[in-house]
């Protein structure tokens, strides 16, 4: 089944404290945003890759390919005002039947064999939700009181979350609601079953300083973690 991955770079940057926005940052001598397309493409080539990007950042993006001669292509797709109105415009743009991935467009360190997963699990049950465990204690906060909870019982959510295309279709042709916070929320809603599978742990969202920190010494430390192929 033909494969798509729909990568959203809609980041400004404001908890880093930056002067760009976060995914157009330098990671390891290239923009993270970089990163994240080029993972993609060295697991299959032949995925096609949209990128939505806010349009008054599109000519910002286009100069950065040109200055780090950067040529995997991909279609670039402008963002809207919500995460939903984003994945709504790429999505209407997909019109054979397909694998859809939704991706952050700063989580460069998904592995190949979680998207392996991913796209095997959504080829067979229509989706596919790459989670990992919670290593602390957790408690819910409720009326001024809370209570420990079994971190047994909760995950916590990465992408790409990977779709089949009807599904996906029919999920974004919903009205919006501000309870969507990721695409298996709009999936749930239809009262269709989503399904979990491993995640990486390396697999982390870039948004503050202290990612960043980690995301550089993951780099440094590539051999040690192996994430590229675990």
Excluded at 50 to 70: H, L, M, R, S
Excluded at 151 to 171: C, D, G, H, M, W
Excluded at 203 to 219: G, H, P, Q, S
Aim: proline share 3%; net charge positive.
């Amino acid at each position: 089944m033909k494969k798509f991955v729909i990568i959203l770079a809609g980041g400004v940057g404001k908890r880093m404290g930056l002067k760009i926005p976060k995914q157009f940052f330098n990671l390891n001598g290239k923009p993270i945003l970089a990163h994240t397309i080029e993972k993609f493409f060295n697991y299959d080539n032949n995925l096609e890759i949209i990128v939505v990007i806010p349009e008054n950042q599109v000519e910002f993006w286009k100069k950065i390919i040109i200055e780090n001669n950067f040529t995997i292509k991909h279609k670039i797709v402008h963002g809207g005002s919500e995460r939903f109105f984003s994945v709504k415009n790429a999505v209407d743009t997909i019109k054979e039947k397909s694998l859809i991935a939704v991706h952050d467009g700063v989580r460069p360190f998904v592995s190949n064999s979680t998207l392996e997963r991913c796209f095997k699990t959504a080829e067979i049950y229509g989706n596919a939700v790459p989670v990992i465990d919670l290593k602390d204690s957790i408690r819910k906060i409720k009326n001024g009181n809370n209570f420990s909870k079994k971190r047994e019982n909760y995950k916590l959510v990465q992408t790409p979350q990977i779709f089949q295309s009807e599904i996906l279709k029919k999920a974004y042709s919903q009205n919006y609601k501000k309870e969507f916070t990721d695409d298996a929320s709009l999936i749930e809603n239809l009262k269709k079953k989503i399904f979990l599978t491993d995640g990486n742990k390396e697999n982390i969202k870039i948004t503050d300083k202290f990612d960043l920190i980690i995301a550089e010494n993951l780099y440094k430390n590539k051999k040690l973690y192996n994430f590229a192929k675990s």
